[in-house]
Structure formats: C-alpha cells, structure tokens
C-alpha cells in the first residue's frame, strides 16, 4: 500500500463521492434530527458531534468539485479547501465520536445513509495517515497475524484442548465437506471462550456437520472499522478461500456485529465477486433449528432479563427476530428497552471506537444513555449476541458501578440445552 499523504486522502475522498453520496448532500435540510438519534450528541450537548457535521471534509469535496456553484465559490475565494489540518481537527470526529451503528440515518426525515457516507469518509482520513494509532495496530495485526488483538490460531488450539478436556466432546477444525464453517472473534477467543463450547454442545445435539479453518478463524475486519477497502478486502478474502478450501455450504457469523456487516453485506462487493456459499449469523442458525426442532431445550431462566440489540446484527442486519425467539424458548421474565429492535441505542464501542484508547473517556460518558436505559427496567440480568458489545457493556457498566451480569445468548441457550449423553 502507498504511503498515506494529503494527496492520497483527498484522491480518496473523490472517488468516495458516488452517486448516492452526492444526493444525500444534495437534499440534507440542516434539519438536526440526526443530532438527537446520536448519543455522542445527546450524551455531551457538544454540536460538534452533530452527525452531518462530522461529514464536513467529504461535503467540502463535494460542493466545491462536484456542483457548480461551489465552482464558482472555489474560483472566488470563498470556500475553504480541505487540508491535512482540517483533517486532523476532524478525525476525533470521524473515529472517536463515531460507532456507525447508523441511527441518525434511521431519523433523517430525506433518507440519507450518514452512517455510510461516514464509512465512506473514512476511506479519506486513513489515505491521508489521518486514523487513531490504535485502529491502525490493529489493522497492521489483522493483516500481518490474521487477527487485530494479534490472536495466532495456537491460542485458538489451547481453548480447544481446555473445552475438549472438560467436556469431552470434539471441536473440528479443517474438515473438508463439512456443511458450515463458523468463524469466531477474538474477543470470543481471549475472553468468551464459553461460546465456542457452547458450539460445540449445541451443535452436537442438533446433528450440525460443521468446522472451524485453521487459516481463516477470525471474523473481524479491522478494514471496515478504520475504513480501508483494501485492508477489509484482503481480510474477507482470507475467510473466502478457507471456506473454498473446506467446501462448506455455509459460513457462520459469529455473535460479533461488524463481523457480521463484513462478511455477509460489505464482502462480496469488496472483492468483486459472489461467494460460492451463504454466510448466516448464528442466531439465524440457532432460530432455525429452533423451529425444525433439533434445538431443543428445558427449564426456563426466570430472572427479570432485557436483550441489548447489537446496531450492525438488528438495526442493519435485519436479524430482528430471531434473539427474541430464542429469549422466549429459555427465560420467563423478558422485558423489552424503551427503544429496542431498529431503534436501539449503541453500546458506544462499536465501529472501532473500542479499538481506539483515546476514545475512552468520552466512550465511557456516553454510556449514561444505555445505562438510563437500564435504570428504567430494574433487571436482573443482561443479554447481548455481540462479543465486542458485551465487553463494552460490561466495561460500562464497571465505571458507573452498576452490578449486572452479561451474558451472550449463545451460551444462555446451551445452559438450557437437553444433552444426552452418548
């Protein structure tokens, strides 16, 4: 990849400009709506967090070489160009205010995508070297080791050998002809290993014919995150060849929602070709056996429990349903956020603001929306089918000393699950 200069994110930016880009310029009334669906805005009360606003180096682009009176501005003077400064003031914008879980573009009143437009930015602010040092880590480690917390598929081997050991059942790893290929995050690996045997129960019981890929375990895309095309193409591609390689029918999105966005919506258009598979996150998988009965389960938890909609899974993934089916087979006491499904309120990590330690604090201060949320419910109990939303929800919930349990409802299920035991 060339080296990141002024040129090289301005080139960028222009070439982000497509025809959806410039209509969604084209018809924003700076009506502010999008202002109230961001909690970095309605958390802080700071405008500069206004969704719109925080696309000002992309619409500069825009209007001054893309429409004529902005030609003509350009010509007398009165506009001003965009520079590296302007880039980075803008970037704590861009990546630490940010989780592109896309709510403002659920409210705006003419149907602009800002949240796409902003992944779209992004493609700008990394060209030009503009991106938090964090993201970038962790980029240069998805390429260079296959996983942005640098997780090799050793220490994927070691929670293996653990789960086999204590449960004795088998996790397959490299089978060819196997029907799906599951793919896990690290975060799943270092800290939730629980959902890998939880896997591996469920899907024993079920009869599933599945597999993980030694040279393609890792589901994130830190591309997408820090908005690199080249970057996330190269990393969907990996997980397309071991699946090619396996022969499976399916991939499977782990609970993790970028992950999710990467390899089943932006993929396939990032490397210019279809797969020869489907990709299903888990919870579709999990409802579906649900309903064709080889998801069978007893007993009922009967905690009072809410569900945290992960943005990228419910708001863009449409995987709206099947969480709630699956709550219902296993917990009596389910209540609904005051906004859930679509319309839910993000976690705050999400979009690689977790990846990025400058963004802490001002993470951490807008958590007070998903906590008021919680406040308003008095539950018992926590559940999420996101690995990164669960570890933010969890951090979250530490710094304003709320003592709350979260749990991924992979592994809610096969603690309710019916096993034999042959």
């Known amino acids: 990849m060339s080296k990141a200069s002024l040129e090289r994110g301005l080139n960028a930016l222009r070439e982000e400009i497509d025809a959806p880009v410039a209509a969604f310029f084209?018809?924003?009334?700076?009506?502010?709506?999008?202002?109230?669906?961001?909690?970095?805005?309605?958390?802080?009360?700071?405008?500069?967090?206004?969704?719109?606003?925080?696309?000002?180096?992309?619409?500069?682009?825009?209007?001054?070489?893309?429409?004529l009176w902005g030609r003509v501005k350009k010509a007398l003077g009165l506009s001003q160009p965009v520079t590296d400064e302007l880039l980075q003031e803008w970037e704590p914008l861009v990546y630490d205010a940010c989780s592109l879980c896309g709510r403002c573009s659920m409210v705006c009143p003419v149907?602009?995508?800002?949240?796409?437009?902003?992944?779209?930015?992004?493609?700008?602010?990394?060209?030009?070297?503009?991106?938090?040092?964090?993201?970038?880590?962790?980029?240069?480690?998805?390429?260079?080791?296959?996983?942005?917390?640098?997780?090799?598929f050793h220490a994927v081997q070691a929670q293996i050998r653990h789960i086999e050991a204590d449960t004795g059942l088998e996790v397959p790893v490299d089978v060819e002809g196997a029907d799906y290929l599951a793919l896990l995050s690290s975060?799943?690996?270092?800290?939730?290993?629980?959902?890998?045997?939880?896997?591996?129960?469920?899907?024993?019981?079920?009869?599933?014919?599945?597999?993980?890929?030694?040279?393609?375990?890792?589901?994130?895309?830190?591309?997408?995150?820090?908005?690199s095309s080249d970057i996330a193409a190269e990393l969907v591609e990996r997980v397309v060849k071991g699946a090619e390689k396996l022969k499976v029918k399916y991939v499977i999105s782990p609970e993790c929602g970028h992950a999710y966005t990467a390899i089943r919506w932006e993929g396939p258009n990032l490397i210019g070709?279809?797969?020869?598979?489907?990709?299903?996150?888990?919870?579709?998988?999990?409802?579906?056996?649900?309903?064709?009965?080889?998801?069978?389960?007893?007993?009922?938890?009967?905690?009072?429990l809410t569900f945290h909609d992960p943005c990228q899974i419910v708001r863009k993934g449409g995987v709206l349903e099947p969480p709630r089916n699956l709550l219902k087979q296993v917990a009596s006491n389910f209540v609904e956020m005051s906004d859930h499904r679509e319309m839910n309120w993000c976690c705050g990590g999400g979009g690689g603001v977790s990846a990025n330690e400058r963004a802490d604090e001002l993470r951490l201060?807008?958590?007070?929306?998903?906590?008021?949320?919680?406040?308003?419910?008095?539950?018992?109990?926590?559940?999420?089918?996101?690995?990164?939303?669960?570890?933010m929800l969890e951090d979250g919930l530490e710094e304003y000393r709320v003592e709350l349990p979260v749990v991924g409802l992979t592994e809610m299920l096969a603690e309710h699950l019916v096993e034999d035991n042959e």
């Open 26 to 67: 084209s018809s924003c009334v700076n009506c502010g709506l999008c202002a109230e669906a961001c909690l970095f805005y309605t958390e802080t009360g700071d405008p500069r967090y206004t969704p719109i606003n925080k696309l000002e180096p992309l619409r500069r682009i825009w209007e001054q070489e893309f429409t």
């Open 273 to 304: 070709r279809r797969y020869p598979f489907k990709v299903v996150h888990i919870l579709e998988l999990l409802d579906e056996l649900r309903v064709t009965g080889r998801l069978k389960t007893q007993g009922l938890d009967e905690a009072r």
């Open 365 to 391: 201060k807008v958590f007070a929306r998903k906590k008021s949320q919680l406040d308003e419910l008095n539950v018992d109990k926590l559940v999420t089918a996101c690995a990164n939303c669960r570890l």
């Open 187 to 227: 975060m799943e690996i270092m800290n939730f290993p629980e959902y890998i045997e939880a896997l591996a129960r469920i899907f024993k019981q079920a009869g599933v014919s599945w597999t993980l890929c030694s040279e393609a375990f890792e589901a994130t895309n830190a591309g997408i995150q820090i908005g």
């Open 111 to 152: 149907g602009n995508d800002i949240a796409y437009m902003i992944r779209k930015e992004r493609e700008g602010f990394v060209a030009s070297g503009n991106a938090p040092e964090g993201m970038k880590g962790a980029s240069a480690r998805a390429i260079k080791v296959g996983s942005p917390m640098g997780v090799k």
